[in-house]
Structure formats: structure tokens, C-alpha cells
């Protein structure tokens, strides 16, 4: 983790960037959305640098040890976990497990949600590789030119 605090100022800067989920003076969380933006765009070659300012979310302001952490730590939860390594899981897993029942409207939307996150995480897959696709069939086109 990086030293250098965020002022107050800073702070409210960030706040207002819809890809910054909370800020407090040691630390930055990020929406789940701009981790898998992130990762993407990486994947395609984009430095994270780039994708950073992109977002609107100022290098300066930041840090490029913010950035650099950052990044390593969501490629690495990325090879590890896929999409699901990238989800903000702190206030899912805080404290003590629920012992009692679930009711069956609560399954049903835990199930629901869970059916989403799948969905998204097949739609990412195939723009991936499709993309990927893309990317051998150029590739082989300018082998043969």
C-alpha cells in the first residue's frame, strides 16, 4: 500500500468518479464493473496507465503505485478465480456464517443473482475470445501480405 494519504479534497475528487465505489485517506475501492473493464482492456494491450485516465481517474491524483498494485493484484485474482475473483467479496464474507434457514423467495433471488453473475461472466468469455479470434485471423493475414 502506498504512503502517501489522500487529502480531503482528493477524496471528494475521487468520490465523484462513477468507477470509485469508496475512498477513505489510505485507500481507494473500485466499482466491480471498472475491474472487469480493466481487465479487458489490459488483455487487449492497453497499458493501465491508459485505462486509468481513460476512466477519468487522474494518474497524478492517484498514484502509479496505486495503479500498478492495483492492476497486478486484479490480473492475478483474474488467472486465479476469472470474473468472480474480481468481486468485492468484504461485505458478503463479514463475520460469523448464517446458520438459519433461508426462505424460498431468498434461494430463489441468491440463485437469481448468481444466474447474472454466470450470464455476465459467459458474455465476457465470448467477447474475449472472440476478440482473440480476431486478433490470430489478423495476424495470419499479414503473414500471407
Avoid at 466491480?32 to 491508459?50: S, T
Avoid at 468484504?90 to 433461508?102: A, F, I, T, V, W
Avoid at 482473440?132 to 499479414?142: A, D, G, T, V
Amino acid at each position: 500500500m502506498t504512503k502517501r494519504l489522500l487529502t480531503k479534497k482528493e477524496q471528494e475528487l475521487l468520490k465523484r468518479n462513477p468507477y470509485v465505489k469508496s475512498v477513505s485517506e489510505k485507500a481507494i475501492t473500485y466499482t466491480d464493473e471498472f475491474k472487469r473493464h480493466f481487465i479487458a482492456e489490459n488483455e487487449q494491450g492497453k497499458l493501465p496507465r491508459d485505462i486509468f485516465e481513460e476512466a477519468g481517474l487522474s494518474v497524478d491524483l492517484i498514484g502509479m503505485d496505486r495503479i500498478k498494485t492495483a492492476g497486478k493484484r486484479w490480473r492475478a485474482a483474474y488467472r486465479n478465480s476469472g470474473i468472480v475473483g474480481l468481486q468485492d467479496t468484504r461485505k458478503m464474507n463479514s463475520g460469523r456464517p448464517s446458520e438459519r434457514k433461508l426462505t424460498p423467495e431468498e434461494k430463489i433471488a441468491r440463485l437469481e443473482a448468481k444466474n447474472q453473475l454466470l450470464r455476465a461472466e459467459n458474455e465476457l468469455l465470448k467477447k474475449l475470445d472472440l476478440l482473440e479470434r480476431q486478433m490470430l485471423k489478423k495476424k495470419l493475414q499479414s503473414k500471407r501480405n
